[in-house]
Each structure stands twice: as structure tokens, then as C-alpha cells.
């Protein structure tokens, strides 16, 4: 009789999430790579261009990133004037970044470009076979954290790939609704 974990693969499971992870990034690197930049640097242009005008803390907490790498990176796109903060006075503490018209562009760019790196993993995959694997996928998500819904719904936490949909024909499709709907359907 088969295993339980021979069904799941056991540890090929983590790989292949790593495998697909590290692809993406490296796409999006390489098509960075004239400008100087690198994934690191598009997750924050990305994160802006959905929700501009954030504070280094309140961004850091959209990606769920360390504050000192957000400073960091910030600081090399300032550099590269793909981003301006409001302050007026230099020596202030609190202020908030934006994209610069430049910034905006290139992260409409990198979002179209992510879509279809994304897309092609996809290539020859029917729509039912990925509504099917979407909803695995986040059964899975939901089985190793328990807590995912409140996560995604904190006023403390603002989970940048929360605000990411997907376009499913007449359907926008956003986690937190697909778990809550899949949990009113089990009541």
C-alpha cells in the first residue's frame, strides 16, 4: 500500500515551491538587469504601484519584509528616481514614498511582465485544472497555518500578495474571499 507521503511527494514538495519561486525571480532579474536592479528591488516597485504612498514601516509590513531592507532598497531606487517621499524638511522621521512617473511605469511593466512569466507555468493547463490546483493549493496554505485568514485580514499586517487577483474571466479571484466563501459553504 502506498504511503501517505509518497502521494505528496514528501520533501519534493518544498522543492518544487523553492523551484518555481526562484524561476520567477530570476526572470525578473534578468529583465532588470539593464537598469541595475534585481527582484529585490521590483517587489517594492511592485508593492507600490498597488498601494503608492506608504510609509517605510507600513511597507515593510505590506511585504512582510525586515525595515533595514526596505531602507536599503529605497534608498537605491531614490537613486535611480524611480521613487521621491513627501518630506519637506530632510531631518523628518515619518514620511511617506511614491513613485515617481518613471517608478510607475516600470511597475506597471514588472506586474505585466510577473503575469506572464506566471502565465507560461500555466501554458497548455485548462481552467479547470488550475481552479482545481488554486483551491488545493490554498487548502494546503490553510492546513499549515492555521491563522492565514487572520493574518490576511490584521489592521496590523497588510500582506502584499493578498492585494494580488486573478483574472478569471468574469471572476476576480482574492484569497481571503475564496476562504471566505469556501467557509460559509462548510457551514
Not at 62 to 81: C, P
Not at 95 to 121: A, K, S, W
Not at 147 to 163: A, G, I, K, V
Request: glycine share 4%.
Amino acid at each position: 500500500m502506498t504511503q501517505r507521503e509518497d502521494i505528496y511527494w514528501n520533501t519534493f514538495l518544498p522543492a518544487f515551491f523553492t523551484r518555481i519561486s526562484d524561476i520567477i525571480k530570476n526572470r525578473i532579474t534578468a529583465e532588470l538587469e539593464p537598469l541595475g536592479l534585481t527582484n529585490a528591488h521590483a517587489i517594492y516597485i511592485m508593492a507600490l504601484t498597488l498601494k503608492d504612498g506608504q510609509t517605510m514601516v507600513g511597507l515593510s509590513q505590506f511585504l512582510d519584509l525586515d525595515t533595514s531592507n526596505t531602507n536599503h532598497v529605497i534608498k537605491v531606487l531614490r537613486e535611480k528616481n524611480l521613487v521621491c517621499d513627501d518630506r519637506v524638511d530632510q531631518s523628518k522621521k515619518k514620511f511617506r514614498i511614491f513613485l515617481t512617473p518613471e517608478g510607475r511605469l516600470l511597475g506597471l511593466y514588472l506586474m505585466d511582465f510577473q503575469t506572464n512569466v506566471v502565465n507560461e507555468c500555466f501554458k497548455g493547463i485548462s481552467d479547470e485544472e488550475i481552479l482545481f490546483m488554486r483551491n488545493i493549493m490554498i487548502r494546503l496554505l490553510e492546513n499549515i497555518d492555521p491563522d492565514l485568514e487572520n493574518y490576511m485580514q490584521s489592521r496590523y499586517q497588510d500582506p502584499f500578495y493578498t492585494y494580488l487577483h486573478v483574472d478569471l474571466g468574469d471572476e476576480k479571484f482574492h484569497v481571503v474571499n475564496h476562504i471566505r466563501r469556501r467557509h460559509k459553504d462548510e457551514e
